[in-house]
């Protein structure tokens, strides 16, 4: 999976591309190996667990252990962007993840 990920979060902003292909063993994959991972995949993953509604119900338990782990990383960015996110998914009726359009923050 580490390699799998590399390559597909390889690019800048690759984050929106991924998200479709994740599926419950990819996420739980990623939870095992996430300290392991370079800071910028990290990242990259972090942005990228903005998911659909749809996937999002079947993810949500392991996207929420990835950003617990995220805040306690030894990366400053990793922490702060895993807090950030961590705050916004427990307070998603306020601030829906799956409504944020990354294209426009180019």
């Not at 929106?16 to 419950?24: D, E, F, G, Q, V």
């Amino acid at each position: 999976v580490e390699i799998w990920l590399s390559e597909k979060l390889d690019l800048p902003w690759s984050s929106r591309l991924i998200a479709p292909l994740y599926t419950k063993e990819i996420i739980e994959n990623i939870y095992e190996k996430f300290y392991k991972l370079e800071t910028t995949i990290k990242l990259r993953i972090l942005f990228s667990l903005a998911l659909k509604k749809s996937k999002k119900n079947q993810l949500q338990e392991n996207m929420i252990k990835i950003y617990q782990l995220a805040c306690n990383d030894e990366d400053d960015w990793v922490s702060t962007i895993g807090k950030i996110l961590y705050e916004l998914v427990s307070h998603e009726e306020d601030y829906p993840l799956d409504k944020v359009n990354i294209e426009k923050l180019d």
